[in-house]
Nanobody, 125 residues
Framework: QVRLLESGGGTVQAGSSLRLSCAVS????????MAWYRQPPGKQRELVAS????????????NYADSVKDRFTISIDGAKNTMYLQMNSLKPEDSGVYYC??????????????YGQGTQVTVSS
């Protein structure tokens, strides 16, 4: 069973940056599609960023939720078997539990097959 382990969360002030990491227990080269989700307090889990074709294209093909475009960057380091989410200019509404995901593309949409246990991000105003 593939395990996904997130780290890097914490409490920061608005305008700060954080980098989340997702360590994959299996060979990350086996996964073409991966993503980050978040679940704000009292709300449903939402897709934040996804990446595919990262093995074939430098930087991969990435997609972002409108709310994080130009502030967040998703990436994968195959040599470290790790996926990252660089988060800049953080806002209080970015607070929530962030989950790493592996999945697949179905009809142009990312579909998750599994999640990690999550890491908490809290942004104070």
């Amino acid at each position: 069973q593939v395990r996904l382990l997130e780290s890097g969360g914490g409490t920061v002030q608005a305008g700060s940056s954080l980098r989340l990491s997702c360590a994959v227990s299996a060979n990350i080269f086996s996964f073409n599609d991966m993503a980050w989700y978040r679940q704000p307090p009292g709300k449903q889990r939402e897709l934040v960023a996804s990446i595919r074709h990262w093995r074939q294209i430098a930087g991969g093909v990435t997609n972002y939720a409108d709310s994080v475009k130009d502030r967040f960057t998703i990436s994968i380091d195959g040599a470290k078997n790790t996926m990252y989410l660089q988060m800049n200019s953080l806002k209080p509404e970015d607070s929530g539990v962030y989950y790493c995901s592996r999945g697949r593309n179905m009809g142009g949409k990312y579909v998750s097959d599994s999640y990690g246990q999550g890491t908490q991000v809290t942004v104070s105003s």
